[in-house]
């Protein structure tokens, strides 16, 4: 086996793989002389194998107990040593963070005997024998499976005894019976005594801390968070700082930025006498870090000094946990912090101005799903509100929903199509589940720095923390705000992530700022524009000159069009034609299905046809100059005709009554009538099926383009072929296509060059590419179709029926109509791209499928050489964004 255990002082930031980050950033900042204190760190590769073999690799233990004893030695005191005992803790940390998510024992080495060392060593018989009721509640849950609400009645259970609320009342009488209490109940409950041997206690620990890299809650932020279910956790072995030891002592968190906002500036919390945990659980309310100025002027002084060497080093947004222990800082974690997509946006054009990083990095520090949080809508409180309570920003957003107090019931609601919002005292790990299924989060303890608040912004999801105001009451499922207001479960409150504050019923939204920006309203040099919507601007400017992929909207009328290109859209990569046949228009389209002869079928065409001109002239004309691409209909022709028991029912209510007309509208129903439509009559199948189907969309296509060309315009559609899955299908067409086009050209006297080109969205075109490419000036992916056809899904079947499960079990880690599926769907396009273009070398390629818009996969069609995303107009500006990060990730940039 490789070497499975490194000194703090042997590795850096660059091994998160393998030391996982907060081993990695551990060693950076001892590598640094900054005061960490010493420890060691069990590998990611220890932690693979523990979990494939269920026992700890060959060797490991010698390697733990060579550097325990160096860290024995740099201490000068022995694990658990009885008269003067050195203490660890044992924290999980893998390579990406997941706050909570695993486990932590802290004062490993604590027993009978060592407690009382320890209470001699600090001088402070109360101190240690809290931190032994620590060790007894950690161990006992994390390691021994014990439920921790047997603990925490306990410790209630106390606190009534002796007429106290809070925790710092009980003494060490009173922490000294709590111990004994404790060691009770894990004998109960995990059917053996806490074990006293200091070794035995760290074994079983680390083990623990390699399982809670499958626990529920990790398994399930995992694929929240898209992190690899491979990666492992290492295991940080660290001597124990304790901030606990008095009023001279305490805990906090800090960020070098504002996470919400980007604000530079102090941000942070501190907890006098307490230990980490004590903060990010939220059980008591901590002060802002500016007041550690305050209580202790030397260690924040040296904090300050401290986060500005952090932030240089790693030139980002820094996230750091510190002791103070009788007056000493010492800094327990660092890393890159999770921030609001705001302050991400500001916090990169921030770095580029300090000089720190340049525009290319500031590119790769923001995503496409951040700026789509960005444009979301936001509350109008102009009209008349109920603000019943304001608490800490925690993570913006606006949040609509039925209160709930537990996360189970969040989730049942939630699967029912219900918004709710989930209201806790404060969040625990456990809560994952909720927090997920719910709209926003509110908690009535706690900051930025708690569970909640960390958790939310690394989701995006709506958060306000810390609502002191409200009384929340978990039991009776219902909370208390003031002046006498009292909201139970089930009752609807908003809550402002951005602003804190909590209102009473649904407040309306608008749209956000940064539409404004997208849509033109908003200049990004205007007064009315402000710190966030220049970073937003000088990013997309960037991002445009870098990308290589074009960027396309799907848009079907005028007014789409027109939106997609304030947004950004080089043209629309998908206008669905059989929209245009609904409404008004369905009767004739069922004139057209119900004729009996060619005279009528004519007729009905004759009739759609100056209908389709129109729309076409409209959209051509919106998006004068850029490209068109017009897929010719494709559902099959039922799905235009009344439902077949709604209409043996209606015939059979009527009796002799019913019109010949119904009649026979039934005969077509019927004749029409498929198992599975989405395999049936459809797409290119129906052009070869019903004369002159195919005409007349062609002529309405070229007769819009001839209009608007012999106005002045530059009009410059593409004629799009769907389904077409053998080669023999794209020679027909075209051939019927190019006849259409050329009668107009002789009608009008006006030539408008139209590329004609298929939709690839069934598994043999892909497979077939090069013969097809050869009828075909371009391909469109319609990954949509494609996904399934590859899949064998049928997409409103499966999503609700199965896809959770799917989800739980592994099968896929999100749903591939969500983000290509790479290695099937995916490898179907690059086939289809290669033979394509092996064919047809100036083969045009694009995506249509609302993939175009997903920014894994934008990622993914540029990297197989796609030349444009086409998506919904209001993602345009995100597919925007992604093209160019994936131009920088491949080391290109523009060569449009």
């Known amino acids: 086996m490789p070497k499975l255990v490194y000194d703090f002082t042997e590795g850096n930031k660059d091994l998160k793989d393998l030391l996982g980050g907060k081993g990695a950033n551990l060693a950076e900042m001892t590598n640094l002389g900054l005061p960490v204190p010493p420890g060691f760190i069990i590998t990611t590769e220890a932690c693979r194998y523990y979990l494939e073999h269920g026992t700890t690799p060959e060797g490991l233990d010698k390697e733990i107990a060579d550097h325990l004893d160096q860290l024995e030695?740099?201490?000068?005191?022995?694990?658990?040593?009885?008269?003067?005992?050195?203490?660890?803790?044992?924290?999980?940390?893998?390579?990406?963070?997941?706050?909570?998510?695993?486990?932590?024992?802290?004062?490993i080495g604590l027993s009978d005997e060592s407690v009382q060392g320890l209470a001699k060593q600090a001088g402070n018989e109360r101190f240690a024998w809290d931190a032994y009721r620590r060790l007894l509640q950690m161990f006992g849950k994390t390691v021994l499976g014990v439920d921790g609400e047997h603990f925490e009645h306990a410790i209630e259970a106390a606190k009534q005894a002796k007429g106290v609320s809070n925790d710092l009342e009980l003494d060490a009488a009173d922490l000294q019976n709590l111990v004994e209490t404790f060691k009770g109940i894990v004998k109960a409950q995990a059917g053996r005594e806490f074990p006293q041997d200091p070794r035995e206690q760290m074994t079983l620990a680390i083990n623990a801390v390699f399982g809670s890299w499958n626990s529920d809650r990790a398994i399930l932020y995992r694929r929240q968070e898209r992190i690899p279910s491979d990666a492992g956790t290492a295991v940080n072995v660290v001597a124990m700082v304790f901030g606990n030891l008095g009023m001279d002592s305490g805990t906090g968190v800090a960020f070098t930025r504002d996470p919400g906002t980007g604000a530079q500036g102090v941000y942070g919390d501190y907890l006098q006498n307490a230990q980490g945990e004590d903060v990010v659980a939220g059980i008591r309310n901590t002060v802002p870090l500016q007041d550690l100025e305050n209580i202790d002027k030397p260690s924040y002084d040296q904090l300050m000094q401290i986060m500005r060497t952090l932030e240089n080093h790693y030139r980002d947004l820094c996230d750091i946990e510190f002791t103070v222990e009788r007056g000493k800082l010492w800094m327990l974690q660092t890393r890159v912090g999770k921030r609001t997509a705001a302050a991400a946006f500001r916090i990169a054009t921030q770095l580029v101005d300090q000089g720190l990083i340049d525009l290319d990095e500031a590119l790769t520090r923001v995503s496409g799903a951040e700026l789509g949080r960005l444009m979301f809508p936001r509350f109008d409180t102009s009209g008349e509100v109920t603000k019943i309570a304001t608490g800490v920003s925690a993570s913006p957003g606006a949040a609509v929903g039925q209160v709930v107090f537990d996360s189970p019931r969040a989730v049942e609601l939630a699967a029912q199509g219900e918004k709710v919002i989930l209201v806790r005292r404060e969040t625990n790990p456990d809560d994952l589940h909720g927090m997920i299924a719910a709209q926003g989060i509110l908690t009535s303890r706690g900051g930025k720095t708690s569970h909640a608040a960390v958790v939310a912004r690394g989701m995006g999801k709506t958060c306000v923390c810390g609502a002191e105001e409200l009384d929340v009451d978990t039991k009776a499922k219902k909370f208390t705000a003031p002046g006498g207001i009292t909201v139970s479960e089930g009752d609807v409150i908003s809550i402002d992530g951005t602003s804190g504050v909590v209102y009473l019923g649904e407040i309306p939204v608008v749209a956000s700022e940064v539409v404004r920006y997208f849509e033109g309203e908003l200049q990004p040099d205007s007064d009315q524009a402000d710190d966030l919507i220049r970073a937003v601007h000088r990013i997309m400017v960037h991002a445009d000159a870098k990308r290589r992929l074009g960027v396309h909207a799907n848009a079907d009328t005028g007014p789409d069009c027109v939106r997609a290109r304030r947004f950004g859209a080089e043209g629309v990569g998908l206008v669905r034609t059989e929209?245009?046949?609904?409404?008004?228009?369905?009767?004739?389209?069922?004139?057209?299905?119900?004729?009996?002869?060619?005279?009528?079928?004519?007729?009905?065409?004759?009739?759609?046809?100056?209908?389709?001109?129109?729309d076409f002239v409209e959209i051509l004309d919106a998006m004068d100059g850029l490209p068109v691409t017009i897929r010719l209909i494709d559902p099959p022709l039922h799905e235009f005709l009344p439902d077949l028991t709604e209409l043996s029912i209606k015939l059979a209510l009527d009796g002799e009554a019913a019109t010949e007309k119904d009649k026979k509208l039934l005969g077509a129903v019927r004749r029409l009538h498929e198992q599975n439509p989405m395999l049936g009559l459809r797409g290119v199948r129906l052009d070869l099926v019903i004369p002159g189907l195919l005409n007349m969309q062609v002529l309405a296509i070229a007769h819009a383009a001839a209009e608007l060309k012999q106005a002045g315009k530059d009009p410059r559609p593409e004629v799009m072929i769907p389904l077409v899955a053998a080669v023999q299908e794209m020679e027909i067409a075209r051939e019927l296509t190019e006849k259409a086009l050329k009668q107009v050209v002789e009608e009008t006297g006006t030539n408008v060059h139209t590329p004609i080109g298929t939709m690839i969205e069934v598994p043999r075109a892909a497979l077939t590419a090069g013969p097809i490419a050869a009828s075909a000036e371009f391909f469109s992916f319609g990954t949509n179709d494609l996904t399934q056809m590859t899949w064998g899904f049928s997409r409103d079947d499966v999503e609700a029926a199965f896809f959770s499960r799917y989800m739980e079990l592994g099968v896929f880690g999100v749903s591939p109509f969500e983000t290509i599926d790479r290695e099937g769907v995916g490898r179907l396009v690059d086939i289809a791209v290669r033979e394509g273009r092996a064919s047809r070398p100036d083969l045009h390629v694009g995506v249509c499928g609302e993939h175009g818009g997903d920014p894994d996969s934008v990622h993914f069609f540029h990297d197989v050489g796609l030349d444009y995303v086409s998506c919904s107009p209001f993602r345009v500006p995100v597919a925007r964004l992604e093209a160019g990060r994936a131009a920088l990730e491949s080391g290109g940039s523009d060569s449009r």
């Open 73 to 107: 030695t740099a201490i000068g005191r022995k694990l658990g040593d009885p008269a003067d005992p050195l203490l660890v803790s044992v924290r999980s940390g893998g390579k990406f963070s997941m706050p909570g998510m695993m486990d932590t024992v802290l004062n």
């Open 579 to 614: 929209h245009m046949f609904l409404g008004e228009r369905r009767q004739l389209v069922e004139d057209l299905i119900l004729a009996d002869t060619q005279e009528q079928r004519q007729h009905a065409l004759d009739a759609l046809e100056p209908l389709q001109r129109g």
